[in-house]
């Protein structure tokens, strides 16, 4: 077995009995890989709950699971939608004190209720959505339900009980117990955030440390913003590559926080324009390129369409690797969503017709080497959207950027195809590009 340190496992065992130097735990406990390199049939682990470090015998753990992507998976397990208030009574029977749900307020659009058993009856808390607020009583005042709830099953507030059990929505599933059963779920007490390192579209991305791994941490606090993301989050459990940036887990607060690793580096256009040409070489531009294309050979055997592959969407750590973000997130694209197509990044036929495939994303892979190539610039300089779109359908391409070797634009020119299937495969381009790896290495030495 060759697990990578950061890698998260779930213990098959107890091991109570510890001989010196290993470490103590239950079944079902989750560790973290440190170092593999230790002893043979070992490696040195972390407990995630008691933060203590020592050496585990490799059978006895297994894998992280993923997640299933399963359409109930909530946040919201307890949201019943658009249900009447006596409908609310019914779900609530038999009584039990604490056994809440949420529902649309019918009277008042916009708004919600709260229902709540208490003493053998309901009571209706109505939820008023103002100044992009929610409160029931003027006095706490809630970003969004997950928020709410959060706050209500922990205190009585001016309500007649705390809430202390969901009453689910028939077929949801409960996100947090999902989660934490297949042990992605981590430890709020375990994060220290620390300062803003970009403005994402959803929220904002903070530095942090979770039990002394540097990470990222992507805050969603739109409830329904996080619902979507929580899909992308099933995806990413999935998905283990070295130039995929790697999901650590997730946290339920006050909405949704992803933690994964850290890339200090930051994104590969701001890495590449704050360098340029004087501090990055070719041959580290065209690492960066196999890395994604790796990246993406690994998306590609596992069909799974990126549909916003960039340079911005690329991240790059601090030993210099490149690896893919921002995957699985857009798997269901409506048609009014379009207009916030990557226009210049986007494949003619998924900007016409909407057909995103392996074979887009080489399209795309196409426009990002040649971003990589020129040090990040904006690609089709000085040209709208729309010209973008309508030269680029009557067959304009792109010239290769300054001191761009002929091989790699050549390629370029051949992820542009019109016809996708003639686009080449991320398999097919890896192998060019080591080649062309190759043939440099062999002038520069
Ligand atoms: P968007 O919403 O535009 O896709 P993200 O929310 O993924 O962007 O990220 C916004 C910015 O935050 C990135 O461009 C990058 O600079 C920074 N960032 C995101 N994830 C990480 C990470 N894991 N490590 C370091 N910086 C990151």
């Given at each position: 077995?060759?697990?990578?340190?950061g890698?998260?496992?779930?213990?098959?065992g107890d091991?109570?009995?510890?001989?010196?130097?290993?470490l103590?735990?239950h079944?079902?406990?989750i560790?973290?890989?440190?170092?593999?390199s230790?002893r043979?049939g070992?490696?040195k682990?972390r407990h995630?709950t008691?933060?203590?470090?020592g050496?585990v015998?490799?059978?006895?753990?297994?894998e992280r699971e993923?997640l299933?992507?399963?359409?109930?998976l909530?946040?919201?397990?307890?949201?019943?939608?658009?249900?009447?208030?006596?409908?609310?009574?019914?779900?609530?029977?038999?009584?039990?004190d604490?056994?809440?749900?949420v529902?649309?307020?019918?009277?008042h659009?916009?708004?919600?209720?709260l229902c709540?058993?208490?003493?053998?009856?309901?009571?209706h808390y109505?939820?008023?959505y103002?100044d992009?607020?929610l409160?029931?009583d003027?006095?706490?005042?809630?970003?969004?339900?997950?928020d709410m709830i959060?706050?209500?099953?922990e205190n009585k507030?001016?309500?007649?009980?705390t809430?202390?059990?969901?009453?689910?929505k028939h077929g949801?599933?409960?996100a947090?117990?999902?989660?934490?059963?297949?042990?992605?779920?981590?430890d709020?007490?375990?994060?220290?955030l620390?300062?803003n390192?970009?403005?994402g579209?959803?929220g904002?991305?903070?530095?942090?440390d979770?039990?002394?791994q540097?990470?990222?941490?992507?805050?969603?606090?739109c409830?329904v913003?996080a619902?979507?993301f929580l899909?992308e989050t099933?995806?990413?459990?999935?998905?283990?590559?070295?130039?995929?940036?790697r999901?650590?887990?997730v946290?339920?607060?006050?909405?949704?926080?992803i933690?994964?690793?850290l890339m200090?580096?930051?994104?590969?256009?701001n890495?590449?324009?704050?360098?340029?040409?004087?501090v990055?070489?070719?041959?580290?531009?065209?690492?960066f390129?196999?890395d994604?294309?790796?990246?993406?050979e690994?998306?590609?055997s596992k069909?799974?369409?990126?549909?916003?592959?960039?340079a911005?969407?690329v991240?790059?750590s601090d030993?210099s690797?490149?690896?893919?973000?921002?995957?699985g997130?857009?798997?269901?694209?409506?048609?009014?969503?379009?207009?916030k197509?990557p226009i210049?990044?986007?494949?003619?036929e998924a900007l016409?017709k909407?057909k995103?495939?392996?074979?887009s994303?080489?399209?795309?892979?196409?426009v990002?080497?040649?971003e990589i190539f020129?040090?990040?610039?904006q690609?089709?300089p000085?040209?709208s959207?729309?010209?973008v779109?309508?030269?680029?359908?009557g067959?304009?391409?792109m010239?290769a950027?300054?001191?761009?070797p002929?091989?790699?634009?050549s390629?370029?020119?051949?992820?542009w195809e019109q016809?996708?299937?003639?686009?080449?495969?991320?398999?097919k381009?890896r192998?060019?590009?080591e080649?062309?790896?190759?043939e440099m290495?062999?002038?520069?030495?």
């Open positions: 077995m060759s697990w990578a340190a890698t998260q496992c779930v213990a098959k091991h109570r009995k510890a001989k010196p130097g290993e103590v735990y079944k079902g406990d560790l973290t890989v440190v170092d593999t230790t043979k070992y490696f682990a995630n008691t933060g203590e470090e050496l015998n490799s059978t006895n753990v297994r993923a299933r992507v399963d359409p109930g909530s946040l919201m397990p307890w949201f019943h939608g658009n249900i009447s208030g006596p409908e609310a009574v019914s779900k609530l029977q038999p009584p039990e604490g056994l809440f749900l529902r649309e307020s019918v009277r659009p916009g708004d919600y209720v709540v058993s208490v003493s053998g009856q309901v009571v109505r939820v008023i103002q992009n607020k409160t029931i003027n006095a706490e005042h809630f970003y969004n339900l997950i959060e706050f209500y099953s507030g001016s309500i007649a009980t809430l202390l059990k969901p009453k689910q949801a599933k409960s947090e117990l999902e989660l934490s059963k297949s042990g992605w779920l981590l709020i007490t375990k994060l220290t620390g300062e390192i970009g403005e579209e959803f904002a991305v903070y530095k942090g979770y039990m002394g540097r990470v990222a941490v992507k805050t969603i606090k409830d913003t619902q979507a899909q099933t995806v990413m459990t999935k998905l283990q590559h070295k130039n995929l940036v999901l650590l887990g946290i339920l607060h006050k909405g949704l926080h933690v994964t690793e200090t580096k930051g994104n590969l256009v890495f590449l324009r704050t360098r340029g040409r004087s990055v070489n070719s041959v580290q531009l065209l690492r390129a196999l994604v294309c790796e990246g993406m690994y998306l590609e069909k799974l369409v990126h549909r916003d592959l960039a911005r969407n991240l790059v030993d690797v490149a690896k893919v973000s921002d995957f997130l857009t798997k269901d694209l409506k048609v009014s969503d379009s207009v197509l210049k990044w986007t494949a003619p016409k909407e995103f495939s392996t074979k994303d080489v399209w795309s892979y196409g990002l080497l040649w020129s040090y990040g610039r690609p089709y000085k040209m959207l729309q010209e779109k309508e030269r680029v359908e067959g304009y391409r010239e950027p300054e001191d761009c002929a091989g790699v634009y390629l370029m020119r051949i992820c016809e996708p299937r003639k686009r080449p495969t991320f398999h381009l192998e060019k590009l080649q062309e790896m190759q290495s062999k002038h520069s030495r």
